[in-house]
């Protein structure tokens, strides 16, 4: 029989799988360290042994965690914030890429070369100038401040990833709706937006990331412990290293969950979704 | 491509990006130029002025930004070269006819969904020279012990495995994306010429990936160049004695630990365009903005 392109012979599927398991373990292992660290009792963080499921496993780490740590505290903070950013970048990417897919204006390249530009800006460039602006706005330790710091971290990808997804939908498709008589608003929800969606999806997953993963930004300007995210919270756990790995260690795991679980639901989607569109306009 | 808008509906749609973005990305930009150019310091917080180029020269003339920019091109170079070349080497399996290909797919991109400041925490207590995971593996089996985390290299490279974990998986998507978006019938005339399969990969595969590659391995460049999260965490703020660093690292030590902010602030330029220069020249050389179908 015939070998199809995508066909491996038997040596090349043994050598296949091999390089798989391999990366596969190198991908999981860090992973199920941490699920074992957290699940050791408070009297065997030091062990040095690699096993998974470590002797005498206990969920104490988490319920100390839970009961004793503001851990709740900062994963509301951490939610609020997020959902925020989520609803903001993905809101204007959706709608700023479409007039970058769609329409032709003066100084869209421009614009479309300086979206990517601010992507070469080291972080540090903005935070001082960032932190003094906010103080001056009376927006310095507070949710806002995080939110449009976050937001416009965000867009810069968002935008970019949402226009070059748009440039793939044929724009037949709404000439057509407005021949039927529907506006350009009208055809922009419900046509482009529905065929959108992978896009989309993947866009608020990166927006939520952004805000649900950052460290260094809201180290700065949160003095706040009541509105510390997170990150801050858990990073503290890692001065003590002795003391804290284990209620480090179950933190990781709660936190990484519900991104990983997102993450996972929507890789169908990632593939097709993460278009890096050409520079083109 | 389409229609001349009116400026309304123009800005209807994107002013309100805009507008975040200016305030939180173009205004600190030119504010930091101003800090560049002036004297401000702790002693100077308040009542700075500007004092020209002297900042620009400090940068230029210190060895320390000549060496941690080679740190930083090396931590580049290394790490966009694994990133790309496991990815892709996992994409083309994960293309092929595999069994458990979406459970492989799955595990593989793990970590890329783990936030990145919890790789960083969870690697730098892995590489702990007495209870790490790392050396604990090592000594099982090769009965190695490497103290990590406390040598510079060492450090270094413990950064940058750290950074090769979390990178791989977003190459290996983008390039099973293009992947899979090559028409089988490529591959089916190339057999019919009699084409082996190095000359398939080199002839099809490479040249339609281009494409979708140059703008990823762009945009890897750049995200590595300035990944502060890894470098940062996982030498806890450049042990030992500020020698793990790169020059974003180290621009913000300068700044939040130092204090030398108009010192920080001309770094950051100086930073900056070496980026601006080199991604350029980077998506004119390789044609990135052409489309291979035509």
Known sequence: MKRKPRDLSFKGKIGAYFVLIIFTLFAIFPILRVVSISLRPGNRLLSRSLAVIPDEATLDAYIRLITEEPFLRWLSNSIIVSMAVTLIGTGLAMTAGYAFSRYRFRGKETSLLAIITTQMFPVTMLLLPLFLMLIRLGLYDSYLGLII???????????????????????????????????????????????????????ALFSFMTAWSEYLVAAVLLQDQDLYTLPIGLKQFTSNMEVAWGLYAAGAILVSLPVVILFVLLSRWLISGLTLGSVKG | MVKRASAASVLLYTAPAFVIMGMVVIYPFIYNIFVSLSNMSLAHFRDWRLTGIGNYLSVLTDHTFWYFLFKTLLWTVLNVFFHVSIGVFLALLLNKDVRGRTFFRTLLILPWAVPQYITALTWRGMFNAEYGAVNLFLENTFGLQIPWLSTEWGAFTACLITNIWLGFPFMMIVALGALQSISDSYYEAAEIEGANAWQKFWNITLPLLKPVMVPAITLGVIWTFNNFNVVWLVSNGGEPSDTTHILVSWVYKAAFTYFRLGYAAAFSMVIFVLLFVFSWRFIRRTHATENVYG
């Open chain 1, 149 to 203: 710091a976050y937001s416009a971290t965000a867009l810069p990808f968002t935008v970019w990833q949402m226009k070059g997804y748009y440039d793939t939908i044929p724009f037949s498709l709404e000439e057509a709706a407005m021949i039927d008589g529907a506006n350009q608003i009208y055809a922009f929800y419900r046509i482009i937006v529905p065929l959108a969606l992978p896009a989309i999806a993947i866009t």
